[in-house]
Structure formats: C-alpha cells, structure tokens
C-alpha cells in the first residue's frame, strides 16, 4: 500500500482502510496495534511536519513475517524528533505520540529527509494459516 495524502485528519480513515485491506489474513490483534500506530504517525506527519501545506507518504508492505510502515513529511521540521525513553508525565500537553507508537510495534526509526522526517515502523506479523502472504 503506497498513499500521498494532503496534510489534513479527514484522511485518516482512508490511511486506514487501506492498512487495513493490505492486512488481510494477519491476526486482528495485530492489526488493531498497527493501525493506531499507523494513525499517531500519520497524525504526527500532518500536525508536525506538513506546516508547508506538501503531502504526507505513506507505505505498509508485509515482508517476510513483517509488517513494515513508513511515513514521511516534507516539512520544515527545524529539530528532528527523539525517541522518548520514558513515558511522558501524567499532566504533559503532549509527547505521547512517539511513545505510544514505541509500545505498538517492534521497530522504530527516525531520520531526516531534506527538510521533512521520515519514520520507519516494523512490526512482527502473525499470519493466520491459509492467508497468502
């Protein structure tokens, strides 16, 4: 699955429609963490690095027992975002995006691309017997 999308939260549910189908025949468990996932990084894209108004990408493809995402912003994103190591304070306004993200799925990356960020997400798959994958 292969989506560019304007930097707006009324596409959001297409994103994950589309997730989704592409994960038909992995265990609904898993599809359930990968969609919110999917979702907080979109949502981060869009709320973060589309200020410019250029689309946000975004891919899943299930590859050799893996799940694996990426979304990417064009930007401007002055500072690349860190990972949290610890979970944000009860009484934070925000940070909780990336965290939640680090508990949903088995692979986070961060990285800079031109003046956008892209982050890669990989999660194990658990394929039901008789799914072609």
């Known amino acids: 699955m292969e989506l560019e999308i304007a930097p707006s ?3 959001l549910p297409e994103v994950r429609r589309a997730a ?6 992995v265990d609904p468990g898993v599809v359930d963490d990968v969609l919110l996932a999917l979702d907080e990084a ?4 869009i709320r973060h690095g589309s200020r410019g108004g250029r689309p946000v990408r975004v891919a899943l493809a299930l590859r050799r027992g893996w799940i694996e995402m990426t979304v990417q912003d064009h930007g401007p ?3 690349l975002p860190r990972l949290p190591a610890d979970p944000p304070e009860p009484l ?8 939640l993200i680090l508990q949903l799925v088995d692979e986070v990356r961060l990285g800079r691309v031109g003046g956008g960020t892209r982050l890669s997400l990989r999660r194990r798959a658990a394929v039901w017997a008789g799914a072609s994958r």
């Open 9 to 11: 939260s009324v596409h």
């Open 77 to 79: 994103t002055p500072l």
């Open 20 to 25: 989704r189908s592409a994960l038909a025949g």
């Open 42 to 45: 979109v949502s981060n894209a």
């Open 92 to 99: 934070a306004l925000g940070g909780r995006g990336l965290w």
